[in-house]
C-alpha cells in the first residue's frame, strides 16, 4: 500500500491508502474543530480567513491564520525532504519516518489535550497542540502524495472535488463509450472512496470526540498503526520471497 512506487502500483494501493488515510484525516480535522476550533485540513479556507483578518486588522488573529498556513506547509516540507533523502538507501522504508512522526504527534496531542482539558487554552497552548495537527496533516498529505505519484491526496477536498466533476463529465458525455468507461470508472470509484472517507471519517470524529474527548485521537491513531502494520507484513512477504528465490 506505501512500499509500492512507480509501476509497482496498482489501482487497488492506492484505494487502500486513500480510504485508511482519508478516513484519519477527517477524523483528526473534526476533533481539532471541536477541541480548538481549528481545521487542520483546510488550507484554502485558512487563507481565506487569513485575508478577511489582514482587512480587519486583527493582529492576533493574522498570526494565528499565518501559523496554521506555515505549519502545514512546512509539514509537507519535511514530509517530501524525509522521503527524498531515505528513500536513496532504503526505498521501501521511505514513508515510514513522516508516518512515525504523525503518530507521535497525536498521541502527543491526546495526552497534553486530555491534561489540560479542565484547563483555560492559552494561545500559546492552541498554537502547540492545534499547530501540531496542521503539521502532521501536511506530513500526511505530502506522503501519500508522493507515494501515490500525486494520484491521492487525502486532505485536499477542493481539488478532488474539481477532477470528481471533470470525472463525472466524461463519463456522462461518454457513456456508450466502453474505452472511455474503462479509463474514467478507477477514478470515479476512488474519488468517492476519498470523499466518503474524510467525510465518515469526520463524522466518526466528531461523535467520538463529543463522548471521549481527547481520547477519540485512539481512532486515527488505530488507522495508522493499521497502515504501518500492513506494510510491515508486506516487506516481511517481500524479503521472505527474496530468501526463498535465493
Known amino acids: 500500500m506505501l512500499i509500492q512506487r512507480g509501476k509497482q502500483r496498482v489501482f487497488s494501493h492506492n484505494l487502500k491508502l486513500a ?7 477527517g477524523s483528526v480535522n473534526a476533533a481539532s474543530w471541536f477541541a480548538f476550533n481549528v481545521l487542520t485540513t483546510n488550507v ?6 487569513l485575508a ?3 482587512v ?3 493582529t492576533r488573529e493574522i498570526e494565528f491564520q499565518l501559523l496554521w498556513l506555515f505549519l502545514f506547509f512546512f509539514g509537507a516540507f519535511c514530509s517530501a525532504i524525509m522521503i527524498q533523502v531515505i528513500g536513496k538507501w532504503k526505498p521501501r522504508f521511505s514513508h515510514t519516518l513522516p508516518l512515525i512522526i504523525e503518530i507521535i504527534i497525536l498521541i502527543f496531542v491526546a495526552y497534553e489535550g486530555e491534561r489540560l482539558l479542565y484547563e483555560e487554552y492559552s494561545d500559546t497552548t492552541v498554537k502547540v497542540l492545534a499547530g501540531s495537527l496542521l503539521f502532521a ?3 500526511q498529505n505530502a506522503m501519500v502524495t508522493m507515494v501515490s505519484g500525486a494520484v491521492v491526496r487525502t486532505t485536499h477536498l477542493t481539488g478532488l ?3 470528481f466533476g471533470i470525472t463525472v463529465a466524461n463519463l ?8 472511455v468507461r474503462r479509463q474514467f470508472s478507477p477514478k470515479f470509484l476512488l474519488q468517492v472512496s476519498i470523499i466518503v472517507s474524510f467525510l465518515t471519517g469526520g463524522i466518526v470524529g466528531g461523535l467520538l470526540y463529543a463522548e471521549y474527548l481527547f481520547y477519540s485521537f485512539v481512532f486515527p491513531l488505530s488507522i495508522l498503526f493499521t497502515a504501518l502494520l500492513f506494510d510491515a507484513a508486506n516487506i516481511y512477504s517481500i524479503i521472505n520471497k527474496n530468501k526463498n528465490h535465493d
Open 19 to 25: 480510504v485508511l488515510l482519508t478516513t484519519a484525516a
Open 56 to 58: 480587519a486588522e486583527r
Open 52 to 54: 478577511t483578518e489582514v
Open 44 to 49: 484554502t479556507g485558512h487563507a481565506a480567513l
Open 137 to 139: 496533516m501536511g506530513l
Open 172 to 179: 456522462v458525455m461518454h457513456i456508450k463509450n466502453p474505452t
Open 161 to 163: 472535488f474539481t477532477d
